[in-house]
C-alpha cells in the first residue's frame, strides 16, 4: 500500500500489519476467506475517512468490533497521533490484536476484550471518546446506543455500511451523512449532538 512517496515508514508498517493479520488467519478466522482475498482494499477503504473532508477523526478513537484490526490499525498506522482503543467481545481477536500492536511498535493503542453495552457501562468511559468507528457490526441501534454513551458532545460516529439508505435514527446524534466507498459500500458518519 502506497501512502505518499515520502512515507517509507508507513508503507513498511501496512506491509507488516497484512503480514501478521495473514499469518494469524491461518490458525484462527480474525477475517473471513473472502476478505483476504481483499485485503489491501479494506485497508484503503479503512483508510476513506482520512480523504473524506467531513470527518475529523479526533483522538481519542474508539473502534468497535475490531476483530483483525479493521479499520483501527490502517487509521493508527496513518495518523500516529491518534490514542485508539480496539475493541472486541472475542478473546482470541484481542489476544491477536496485543501482538499485532506490539509486533508493530504502536503507541497510544489499547484493547479492550469487552462487549461494547459492558463497556459503555464503565463509569471511566462515559463520554470519553471523540470518535467511534465500526464496520461489520451487528445491531446498529444498540451501536447507537452506546455511541450516544460513549461519545462526549460534538463526538462523531463513523460506521462503514452495506446499507447505503441506512434509516437508523437516534435523538442524541444529527446525521447520517453519507460517503459512497465502493460498490455496495459507504461510510455513515453521525455527530453527537
Request: hydrophobic share 45%.
Amino acid at each position: 500500500m502506497k501512502m505518499t512517496p515520502a512515507s517509507g515508514n508507513v508503507d513498511n508498517s501496512f506491509d507488516r500489519y497484512r503480514e501478521l493479520l495473514l499469518s494469524a488467519n491461518k490458525t484462527q478466522n480474525l477475517v473471513s476467506r473472502r476478505s483476504v482475498d481483499r485485503l489491501p482494499e479494506l485497508i484503503a477503504e479503512s483508510l476513506t475517512p482520512l480523504s473524506w473532508g467531513l470527518a475529523r477523526l479526533d483522538s481519542p478513537l474508539l473502534d468497535v468490533g475490531s476483530g483483525g484490526g479493521l479499520p483501527g490499525f490502517p487509521l493508527k498506522l496513518a495518523r500516529s497521533d491518534l490514542a485508539v482503543t480496539l475493541l472486541d467481545s472475542n478473546r482470541k481477536k484481542t489476544l491477536f490484536l496485543r501482538r499485532a500492536a506490539a509486533a508493530l511498535r504502536l503507541s497510544g493503542v489499547e484493547v479492550v476484550w469487552s462487549r461494547i453495552e459492558d463497556f459503555a457501562a464503565l463509569p471511566d468511559r462515559r463520554e470519553a471518546f471523540r470518535t467511534i468507528t465500526a464496520r461489520g457490526v451487528g445491531q446498529s441501534g444498540l451501536l447507537l446506543d452506546c455511541a450516544a454513551t460513549l461519545l462526549g458532545r460534538g463526538g462523531e460516529l463513523i460506521i462503514w455500511s452495506g446499507e447505503l439508505e441506512m434509516t437508523l435514527t437516534a435523538d442524541s446524534f444529527e446525521g447520517p451523512v453519507s460517503l459512497p466507498v465502493a460498490p455496495g459500500l459507504a461510510l455513515l458518519r453521525w455527530v453527537r449532538k
